[in-house]
């Protein structure tokens, strides 16, 4: 739900990484085959052999790598005439190309992969820190293909094609292999601000002890891409995150907003811009720019601007 930022260059560094083993691993499986024990493929058809030919250039390979998610359907189109089942796992051709793609992901630079994509939560859901640590330390986000690798092999390396994300929504359950063709998803890097937007309503507030009453919030997920929204069971889950959506209307009903706000634009000695102030306010980003820097912030800004918390 959080948006993914283009970035050209780091697309083209990422190509530059890979593109020597890639090529030498097209060039090996042209001529040997690949082996999935117990099971050999090998070309067999001129159609495969014209296919690989071509990705071993290297002006075809940087279109197929760095591609954008609106050239997806297009590319899927274009294997497609050579054969109609390659999305199907049992395919010879899914597997000499899974063969290829997978082989060079599982040698890929995670790290520095992770490096160029800016964001620090899960863009799935905002609901989860994804930062790394040292190679080292072993700590990484999970990187999930949006176009699953044992349907589309041939997107197992496209830059805009692996998304870091939690574990909760890469994980069995969420969005491990589904299709997001079938499931009708938007990628991170298509998904608009405008796509979802919270809400809530208050059924139940004790104004004389609000935090330790009984006191009940529902949090709702008005706007929402329906596939995304079903898949990762957004609605579901940001039902538990009721008590965030509580404290900010406890803080508006005092209104806290307009007199921090005073507070702050008044003190002597520091000075702060409004994005500033909202953040210390709503005690998360609220920019659209920075939604991506912490968990729930989207939720935080759409409940702070129902609550005129900020403009």
Known sequence: MIPLKYN?????????DIKGILIKRIKYVLKNGFTHKPNKYIITSRKEKLLFKLLEKEENLRILITSEPGDFKFI?????RF??????????LNRLLYGVFTNVYDQMDNW???DRIETDTCPYCNRNYIYKLTKNSKIKPEIDHFYPK??????GLSFYNLIPSCQTCNGFGAK???DPLSENMKSPYEINHTDFRFSFKLKKIDFTSPLDGDSKVLVQLNTKVPGNNRVFKLSKLYKKHEDHVLELIIKSKAEYSSKYRSYLN???????SDNEINRLIVGNYTDLTELHKRPLSKLYRDIAKQLNMIE
């Open 266 to 272: 008044s003190y002597k000695g520091l000075s702060f």
């Open 8 to 16: 050209h260059s780091a697309a083209n560094s990422h190509f530059n």
């Open 76 to 80: 899927i189109k274009l294997f497609e």
């Open 150 to 155: 044992s349907l589309y092999p041939f997107l």
């Open 112 to 114: 520095k992969f992770i």
């Open 83 to 92: 054969e109609v089942k390659v999305m199907e796992k049992s395919n010879n």
């Open 176 to 178: 491990w292999a589904l």
